[in-house]
């Protein structure tokens, strides 16, 4: 089946930094990729979504310029956290949507941690 | 926000089937309806999804009423590796395609 690779799993960064999370889809195309947010037991939420070639499109109270979204190409998004701070401390996870089948298949993580 | 709603948690017999229901009362008539779980600390799984007509996979049934204001998602022979959150999600229009957003989901607890 549709398999999303999500890199890294886990990442301690300080106050300050920015942090790059990669989601790849591995056998499948993908024109659109979602990143989620989720807090400890807390459901997830969506982000912001982003389409192949063109600007991602944020949920309302996501600060576009904080959390910078590349879609670079149609198996590869990627999620820069700028200036981290400790309240950005999550778990953020992706989603890839299949060409063909339509389908949602979600990365496994990863885990920030701001210190 | 998220157009489903479902109790917070349920207890399952190990080998029995679960039934976990969904409220979905705004749906619109093309909105789809998805079910996923997660299991601690990793990503979503999905399980099955279906408009209007009844869907059976290897893992699951879908069970949607006829007005599609609700549904039910059955695991017929629950087991201990189905204790996960049980998520059900209407999938919503955006401008340029569809997107998924959860709700906050069932805590399913199988117990031997």
């Known amino acids: 089946g549709a398999v999303v690779s999500q890199h890294p799993s886990w990442v301690i960064c300080k106050s300050g930094t920015s942090v790059k999370i990669e989601c790849r889809s591995l056998d499948f195309q993908a024109t659109t990729m979602f990143w989620y947010r989720q807090f400890p037991k807390q459901s997830l939420m969506l982000m912001a979504t982003?389409?192949?070639?063109?600007?991602?499109?944020?949920e309302q109270g996501v600060e576009k310029d904080k959390f910078l979204i590349n879609h670079a190409s149609l198996t590869l998004s990627t999620l820069t956290v700028t200036s981290a701070h400790p309240e950005d401390s999550s778990f953020y996870i992706c989603s890839a949507r299949e060409l063909e089948t339509y389908g949602y298949t979600f990365g496994s993580g990863t885990r920030l941690t701001v210190v | 926000d998220a157009k489903t709603t479902q109790p917070p948690s349920m207890d399952c017999a190990e080998g029995r089937a679960a039934n976990l229901p969904c409220n979905h009362s705004?749906?619109?008539?093309?909105?789809?309806v998805y079910w996923y779980r997660q299991i601690h600390s990793q990503g979503p799984q999905y399980i099955i999804h279906g408009l209007k007509n009844n869907e059976t996979n290897e893992m699951a049934s879908l069970i949607i009423t006829e007005d599609r204001k609700s549904s039910t998602l059955i695991l017929p022979h629950a087991t201990l590796r189905d204790t996960a959150v049980y998520y059900c999600?209407?999938?919503?229009?955006?401008?340029?395609?569809?997107?998924?957003?959860f709700g906050a989901g069932t805590i399913l607890r199988v117990k031997s």
């Open positions: 705004t749906i619109s008539g093309n909105e789809y």
């Open positions: 999600i209407v999938r919503v229009p955006m401008e340029y395609g569809n997107k998924l957003v």
């Open positions: 982003s389409n192949e070639g063109s600007k991602a499109t944020y």
